[in-house]
């Protein structure tokens, strides 16, 4: 059974960096896509950015040109590159594991909480 611990969320500036980590255990993790997704009270979950095992990548129009999903396979461990942080990014984010090597995210991590404020 899969499981995924998340890692990297905290305070940070508006302007600033922070970089999520996924370590990812159980299963074969390359064979399969992952994604990050966030959630603010109140709101539906949402997906931020995914990457195929293939290695393609997609983001919502909100963190296109700012945030950078990646993968290292050899250390079972999906990665948020986050840039130019605004207010709005902040939320409680989710790593999740693909059923298919192209999507259907219904593994989920514990999430870890990123707030953006000065």
């Known amino acids: 059974q899969v499981q995924l611990v998340e890692s990297g969320g905290g305070l940070v500036q508006p302007g600033g960096s922070l970089r999520l980590s996924c370590k990812s255990t159980?299963?074969?993790?390359?064979?399969?896509?992952m994604a990050w997704y966030r959630q603010v009270p109140g709101k539906e979950r949402e997906l931020v950015a995914f990457?195929?095992?293939?290695?393609?990548?997609g983001y919502d129009d909100s963190v296109k040109g700012r945030f950078t999903i990646s993968r290292d396979n050899s250390q079972r461990t999906l990665y948020l590159q986050m840039n130019s942080v605004k207010s709005e990014d902040t939320a409680v984010y989710y790593c999740?594991?693909?059923?298919?090597?192209?999507?259907?995210?219904?593994?989920w991590g514990q999430g870890t909480q990123v707030t953006v404020s000065s």
């Open positions: 999740s594991r693909g059923n298919t090597d192209e999507g259907d995210f219904t593994n």
């Open positions: 159980g299963g074969i993790f390359s064979v399969y896509a």
């Open positions: 990457i195929t095992a293939r290695s393609r990548t």
